[in-house]
Every structure is written in structure tokens, then in C-alpha cells.
Nanobody
Framework: QVHLVESGGGLVQPGGSLRLSCVVS????????MRWFRQAPGKQREFVAG???????NYVDAVKGRFTISRDNAKKTVYLQMNSLKPEDTAVYSC?????????WGQGTQVTVSS
């Protein structure tokens, strides 16, 4: 079984930074597409960032230039560096692994941007 555990969320002031981590366990193959999503209460879940098995990255327009997704295959960890945070970034952020036989999700970590 594949398990994902996110960490790094919290309360931060506008303009601040956070780095989210997602550690993958139970997977023998680290070459997978990884994605970050976020969801605010009452809103649909939206794609935030992704990194392919080949290292190609993409982002939703709202976070381009501010967020950076990266991965460390040796540590089976994907990161989301979030800079210049805005109140509209407030959401539960979840990591997803696009596996060969399905998509696996973490429990999510709360990010709150407020003064």
C-alpha cells in the first residue's frame, strides 16, 4: 500500500513563506508523477503544481513565480516551496501520487495566510 504524509502547513502572514513536504512510503517505484492540490471550504479542489516522472513541472497560473515544486526521489519526498503567500492561498493542501494502478492521496495540511 502507498501512503503519503504531508507536513509543513501552518499560519503565516501575507508575504511570508512555507515549505510543504510530502513523504511517500510503501512504494517501490519512485518514478511517478506527483501533484499538489488545494481546496478551500465550499470550493472545488484545484490543481496547484505538478512534477512528472521526468522532472517536468507545471503550475496553475495563480501561483506561477511564487511556488516551486521539486522532488527528491532518494528520499521519496516532494516539496512545495511557497513564497509571497497571499490570503487567497489559504486552503488545505494535499499531495497526490499518480501511480500505475491509481491515484494516492495524503491527508492534507492546512495553510492559512492571514495577518
Amino acid at each position: 500500500q502507498v501512503h503519503l504524509v504531508e507536513s509543513g502547513g501552518g499560519l503565516v502572514q501575507p508575504g511570508g513563506s512555507l515549505r510543504l513536504s510530502c513523504v511517500v512510503s510503501g512504494s517501490g517505484n519512485s518514478i511517478n508523477t506527483m501533484r499538489w492540490f488545494r481546496q478551500a471550504p465550499g470550493k472545488q479542489r484545484e490543481f496547484v503544481a505538478g512534477v512528472s516522472s521526468g522532472g517536468l513541472t507545471n503550475y496553475v497560473d495563480a501561483v506561477k513565480g511564487r511556488f516551486t515544486i521539486s522532488r527528491d526521489n532518494a528520499k521519496k519526498t516532494v516539496y512545495l516551496q511557497m513564497n509571497s503567500l497571499k490570503p487567497e492561498d489559504t486552503a488545505v493542501y494535499s499531495c497526490a501520487l499518480i501511480g500505475n494502478w491509481g491515484t494516492y492521496w495524503g491527508q492534507g495540511t492546512q495553510v492559512t495566510v492571514s495577518s
